[in-house]
């Protein structure tokens, strides 16, 4: 079977529709017919948007492993590259749906970091309710409106969507432009640094739980 190691969307269109269908990278026994996805390290690029995502399918007790992978990508990709020519802006993931997730919002011309510092804000307001050990919060860009942008709250062990929250679209705007100032920017910078950017990660960081283990 071929697998795929990175895929160019701008190229071969149909790769991408076959990730969001859960479809790459799986592979059909032909004596029983059962089928599996092979989950491996997958550089997702769509150059006519400027999205490069790199997923490395490591759990959240690895996550340091799976920086330092990221970080080899970005050194040989610098070495590929002439010396004036910076490398690109290439985001970090650790499964499946937040690779779709961060798709979906990138598409949308949103900002990563604002759209998970409104995850962080939700989830420090709503505690009882959600509890990021178990609990994630994704982007719902089908149900988003120019009025709200949409998130649904995921049971981490079971993959049930259990709620959707709703957060006033023209609280990011304020937002956006509160951190495009100079003085601004490094409070979000400094919050998520990347390379991996994540409210999640940061609440488990700063709480010291222990997550759910996630199927991707």
């Known amino acids: 079977m071929d697998l795929y190691e990175s895929v160019n969307v701008q190229t071969e269109p149909d790769l991408r529709q076959r990730l969001l269908a859960n479809g790459l990278n799986v592979v059909r026994c032909e004596e029983c017919e059962m089928s599996f996805r092979v989950d491996k390290p997958l550089l997702y690029h769509d150059p006519a948007r400027r999205i490069m995502i790199y997923l490395v399918p490591f759990a959240e007790a ?25 490398a690109p802006n290439i985001g970090l993931v650790c499964s499946r749906i937040e690779l779709v997730e961060r798709i979906f919002l990138l598409e ?7 759209v998970e ?7 420090t307001r709503n505690a009882e309710r959600l509890n990021p050990a178990s609990k994630d919060l994704l982007f719902n860009a089908e149900d988003s409106t120019e009025e709200a942008l949409c998130f ?28 495009d100032r ?6 979000l910078l400094e919050l998520f640094p990347g390379p991996r950017i994540s409210a999640r990660a940061l609440l488990l960081k700063e709480l010291g739980s222990e997550p759910e283990p996630r199927e991707s």
């Not at 340091?64 to 910076?86: C, K, S, V, Y």
């Not at 949308?108 to 604002?114: D, H, K, S």
């Not at 510092?117 to 989830?123: A, G, I, R, V």
Request: hydrophobic share 40%.
């Open 117 to 123: 510092y409104l995850k962080y804000l939700l989830y």
């Open 182 to 187: 100079d003085e601004q920017t490094p409070r």
């Open 108 to 114: 949308a011309g949103l900002n990563e970091r604002i």
């Open 152 to 179: 649904v709250v995921q049971d981490i062990k079971t993959r049930k969507l259990e709620a959707m929250l709703k957060y006033d679209r023209s609280v990011y705007a304020a937002l956006s432009e509160v951190f």
């Open 62 to 86: 690895a996550l340091e492993t799976g920086e330092r992978q990221f970080a080899d990508l970005l050194l040989r990709l610098d070495g590929l590259l002439p010396a004036d020519i910076p």
